[in-house]
């Protein structure tokens, strides 16, 4: 696939990759800014050595959602907001695991967003609108 087959109406069609990247560094300049806390939530497993023998790390659980946010609500009260942020390219559709994951953390009351771009995230924060 060449540059030009990735373009679609007169923009670039990113990657999910790319996207959690531009996503990832939004959100580390947020939070060195005192305005949230998040973490990368990373499903699966991954292999670490020490010495001679190699031990398996159980990550989160598959379906789990790419990113963490705690943030507060836009007022003058400190009244925690939880995020759970899954990102997505232009095309690409939650797993059933993705979909079970999203319904056990929206009947804890959190949040559970969908983005497609950094555009979207910085809706679901609102921080340049409120000046936060």
Excluded: H
């Excluded at 959100?27 to 305005?35: D, I, P, T």
């Excluded at 292999?47 to 836009?74: H, M, P, S």
């Amino acid at each position: 696939m060449t540059r030009l087959d990735k373009i679609q109406n007169g923009k670039p069609s990113l990657t999910e990759s790319q996207i959690l990247r531009a996503i990832a560094d939004y959100l580390q300049y947020a939070q060195n800014q005192g305005k949230l806390y998040y973490t990368r939530l990373n499903s699966g497993s991954a292999f670490v050595k020490r010495g001679n023998k190699f031990y398996k790390i159980q990550l989160c659980e598959e379906g789990t959602a790419d990113f963490f946010v705690l943030t507060k609500l836009q007022s003058d009260l400190w009244i925690p907001r939880i995020i759970f942020v899954e990102v997505k390219s232009e095309k690409g559709r939650a797993s059933p695991a993705q979909n079970a994951f999203q319904k056990l953390v929206e009947n804890q009351l959190a949040e559970y967003v969908v983005v497609r771009s950094l555009g979207d995230l910085e809706g679901v924060l609102g921080f340049e609108k409120n000046k936060t």
